[in-house]
């Protein structure tokens, strides 16, 4: 008497028991690399790109910065030391508007949030979702300027998003940050340009031994 099995085994090699194994897995991987391939290369280069919510009153940081000649941590204190760059409280605008245009509907806003200690409902421009790192010092100290992922903030009556924010954008400088180091000093300068960026951006590099991650744990954690 012969049962199932052995018959099997007597028609097909052994090996064949194995096979619907194999082929679940595999296509279980393959599938799973075609979907991180797809998603890779083709996510989105253009999230919320250009997006300009509309804020409580008009601020303008074409003034401030290009007109005023502020620099960007007169309200962005945090930004070098912090991982988050924070907005500004209103006490620091009111170190001018106590005097400066005390009659415009807009500062009158301003002196209302102040009196009451509400603050301002600045609407927020960049948005990561909340299973990604990103820390603000890192990349300041490093030598990444502002303009590199804000654009000209310094031009804008009304700050938009000019970069995608998407992974492959990040991974894309991380890969080659050369092309985007400066000598620290510049970092808020946004309109400064290096004669030979490539050079000084390599020389940057080597100095400091800049080596962002790669690995997911880099961002992901
Ligand atoms: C006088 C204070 C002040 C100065 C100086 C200033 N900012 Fe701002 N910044 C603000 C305020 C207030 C907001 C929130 C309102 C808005 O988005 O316009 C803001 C918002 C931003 C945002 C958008 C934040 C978000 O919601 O995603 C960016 C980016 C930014 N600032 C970059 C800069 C850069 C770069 C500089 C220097 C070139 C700079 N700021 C100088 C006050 C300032
Ligand atoms: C260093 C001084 C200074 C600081 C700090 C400052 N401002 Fe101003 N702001 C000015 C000056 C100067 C003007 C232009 C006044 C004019 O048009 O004559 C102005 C104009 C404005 C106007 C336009 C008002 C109108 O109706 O024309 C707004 C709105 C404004 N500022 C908001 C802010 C906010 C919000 C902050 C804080 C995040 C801030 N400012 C911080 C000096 C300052
Ligand atoms: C390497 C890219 C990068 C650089 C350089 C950078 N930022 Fe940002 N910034 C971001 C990203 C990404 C976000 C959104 C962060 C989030 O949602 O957690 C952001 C958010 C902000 C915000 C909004 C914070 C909030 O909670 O509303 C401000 C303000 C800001 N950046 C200011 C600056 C200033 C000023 C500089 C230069 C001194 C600067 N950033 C340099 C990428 C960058
Ligand atoms: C324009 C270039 C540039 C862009 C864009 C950029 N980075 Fe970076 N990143 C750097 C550099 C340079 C460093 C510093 C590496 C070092 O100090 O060795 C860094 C460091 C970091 C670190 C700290 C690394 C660590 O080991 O703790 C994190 C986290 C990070 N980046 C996340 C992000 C995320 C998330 C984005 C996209 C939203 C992003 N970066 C976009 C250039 C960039
Ligand atoms: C330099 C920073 C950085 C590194 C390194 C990185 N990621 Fe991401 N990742 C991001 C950012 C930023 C987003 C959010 C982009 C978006 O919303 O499209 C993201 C989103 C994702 C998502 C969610 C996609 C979606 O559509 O919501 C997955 C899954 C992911 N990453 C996996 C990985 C894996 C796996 C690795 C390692 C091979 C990795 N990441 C390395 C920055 C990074």
Not at 123 to 146: E, Q, T, W
């Amino acid at each position: 008497m012969q049962n199932d099995e052995q018959v099997s085994n007597y028609v097909f090699p052994k090996w064949v028991n194995k096979l619907p194994m194999v082929i679940l897995t595999g296509t279980a991987l393959v599938l799973s690399f075609v979907i991180f391939v797809f998603w890779y290369w083709f996510s989105p280069k253009h999230l919320d790109v250009g997006y300009s919510p509309k804020q409580p009153i008009p601020y303008s940081h074409k003034l401030h910065v290009s007109e005023l000649g502020l620099d960007c941590r007169y309200c962005h204190t945090q930004v070098e030391n912090s991982s988050h760059s924070n907005i500004p409280s209103t006490d620091t605008c009111m170190n001018c508007h106590t005097q400066i245009k005390t009659k415009s509907p807009h500062i009158m806003k301003l002196k209302e949030s102040y009196i009451s200690n509400k603050p301002m409902q600045w609407v927020k421009v960049h948005k990561l979702p909340d299973h990604v790192y990103f820390n603000h010092s890192r990349h300041i100290n490093a030598g990444v300027s502002c303009y590199s992922c804000h654009g000209r903030v310094d031009q804008m009556e009304v700050v938009h998003q000019v970069q995608p924010l998407s992974m492959s954008w990040c991974l894309e400088c991380h890969r080659a940050p050369e092309n985007h180091l400066r000598p620290k000093e510049f970092v808020t300068k946004l309109d400064w340009k290096a004669d030979n960026q490539a050079e000084i951006g390599r020389q940057i590099k080597e100095a400091y031994k800049i080596h962002p991650g790669e690995d997911c744990n880099t961002c992901h954690r």
